[in-house]
């Protein structure tokens, strides 16, 4: 069993231009590259919007962005310290959503497509506002 856990408070703020970092610890039995694929997302909902994909990493390091927030959006993971990170710059408010970090026993692609939600791992949404 895999748990997400939220790191840091539930709702962060910046201003246009600005960075935010999200973070999420990573518990339980994640497998190892000879026994399963694995790989780790970030997603986000907006008001009124359906869940969109953000960025997502495997084992490997491979990663994959939306082309919306490529160049300003960086994810990364520390395995030593089982964490998930989404490094935000160049803020805008239509970054504005619930960002939630999800992962999932499949190649990087399945962590890109809604095709997989039922067997994705979820944490706990935190709220990014960006004002402009």
């Known amino acids: 069993e895999v748990q997400l856990l939220r790191s840091g408070g539930g709702s962060v703020q910046a201003e246009a231009e600005g960075s935010l970092r999200l973070s999420c610890e990573v518990q339980?039995?994640?497998?190892?590259?000879?026994?399963?694929?694995?790989?780790m997302a970030w997603w986000r909902q907006a008001s009124g919007k359906e869940r969109e994909w953000v960025a997502a990493?495997?084992?490997?390091?491979?990663?994959t962005y939306t082309e919306s927030v490529k160049g300003r959006f960086t994810i990364s993971q520390d395995n030593a310290e089982h964490t998930l990170y989404l490094q935000m710059s160049r803020l805008k408010p239509e970054d504005t959503a619930m960002y939630y970090c999800?992962?999932?026993?499949?190649?990087?692609?399945?962590?890109?497509?809604?095709?997989?939600?039922?067997?994705?791992?979820w944490g706990q949404g935190t709220q990014v506002t960006v004002s402009s």
């Open positions: 999800a992962a999932h026993f499949g190649p990087l692609g399945t962590c890109t497509t809604s095709e997989y939600f039922k067997r994705y791992y």
């Open positions: 990493i495997d084992r490997d390091d491979r990663t």
């Open positions: 339980g039995n994640t497998g190892t590259a000879t026994t399963s694929d694995f790989c």
